[in-house]
């Protein structure tokens, strides 16, 4: 079983002008290998072979003009050359957009080590290629092999380090999906959370006022002169709420996780797969919720019930979850968001709109498990 574990780490002087250089680095490879991969493109209508455009950097390499790029792990080089071919593999299949080259200005950086990492724990250390013994704050230990480790760096100036372990454990079989056990989760409007079973969960009053004070701060960043020195303040400004509202979600999300998969009876949880969210809920919801922070609950849930046998269903494609009366399958013709509960006009039953929404996710995924069981 593989796990993963995020450090903060603190590298010296030295040790940040040789991560610098290794960001530096693995993004001007995975640039240029872009350039290639679309030159090439361009001219053939298919991509280069991994050790064709590997062999090309080899060549380059031992050139004078590009000596700079033997400064850092030529692995972490690799591993930029083996994201651009994954990136258009994924393009061919349809699964992503045409790759984008990496601006130096993202927020976030990072480069990966993909083997001969490895961790101290008695010295609150972390040796990588090229880097040894950079200082870490281990908030917990684990055992097992380390696998890949990647190094970032976070738009208020914090380093990273994200390690894949592989352990011994195996995974529990999931236990196979039982009605009575299932439940339904939507996005609430006036909630965080519905369940099909009547649970609400809140969104935590201090990430909504850290969200407000971001809502106000991007606001000045608007309108300050671009390049001016207090441009620069201000944004680190936004960066540093910013980082605070998504630490505060990501530990809610945690929480809310934790308890419905350790201290819940359910065995499985319906969700609607966020693709489907997009095409259903309008801008404004989708503004005030957050793709991203759909995709992580969905994320952590799903870890989460693997680790304990449980099931995790996406309904992976669109149907009207507020609009159906949940009793009777009546389909309302439009339902304004503003509308908090409605009566079913064909069985009369009186609907909390959330609720509904999250009874259908659970029939929707109860029936897509029954149809996979037919086939
Ligand atoms: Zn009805």
């Not at 922070?293 to 309904?315: D, E, I, P």
């Amino acid at each position: 079983m593989i796990r993963a574990y995020k450090y903060r780490i603190y590298p010296n002087l030295e040790q940040k002008v040789l991560i610098e250089k290794h960001f530096g680095c693995a993004r001007f490879v995975f640039n240029w290998a872009l350039a290639l991969q679309k030159r090439y493109y361009s001219l053939f209508k298919k991509s280069l072979s991994r050790s064709q455009i590997q062999s090309q950097l080899v060549k380059k390499k031992k050139t004078e003009r590009f000596a700079w790029l033997n400064e850092v792990n030529s692995q972490s080089l690799l591993n930029a050359l083996l994201n651009v071919h994954t990136a258009f593999t994924n393009f061919f299949k349809g699964r992503a957009k045409f790759p984008r080259f990496k601006s130096k200005k993202r927020p976030r950086r990072s480069y990966q080590n993909p083997q001969h990492g490895s961790v101290n724990f008695d010295n609150g250390t972390i040796d990588l290629p090229k880097l040894k013994g950079i200082k870490a704050k281990f908030s917990r230990e684990f055992v097992g092999k380390v696998k890949t480790v990647t190094v970032s760096e976070t738009a208020t100036g914090k380093y990273f380090a994200s390690i894949l372990v592989e352990n011994e454990d195996v995974l529990p079989v999931a236990t196979t999906v039982e009605s009575s056990l299932t439940i339904g989760i939507d996005l609430g409007i006036s909630h965080l959370l519905i369940l099909s079973n009547g649970t609400k969960f809140d969104n935590a009053k201090h990430l909504a006022k850290a969200s407000r004070r971001l809502a106000v701060q991007q606001k000045i960043f608007a309108r300050k002169q671009k390049q001016s020195k207090n441009y620069q303040k201000q944004k680190l400004a936004v960066a540093r709420i910013h980082e605070k509202v998504r630490h505060q979600r990501l530990d809610l999300h945690h929480q809310i996780t934790h308890q419905l998969v350790c201290k819940n009876q359910a065995t499985s949880f319906g969700v609607e797969d966020l693709a489907v969210k997009n095409m259903v809920k309008n801008r404004k919801l989708a503004k005030a919720i957050s793709d991203a922070a759909w995709g992580q609950f969905v994320t952590l849930l799903s870890y989460k019930a693997k680790w304990h046998g449980k099931n995790v269903l996406k309904v992976n494609r669109f149907f009207a979850s507020s609009k159906l009366c949940s009793h009777c399958d009546h389909k309302l013709d439009s339902l304004p968001l503003s509308v908090r509960s409605w009566i079913c006009p064909s069985c009369q039953l009186e609907h909390d709109r959330d609720l509904n929404a999250s009874n259908n996710i659970r029939r929707q995924a109860l029936a897509d498990v029954a149809g996979l069981a037919t086939v």
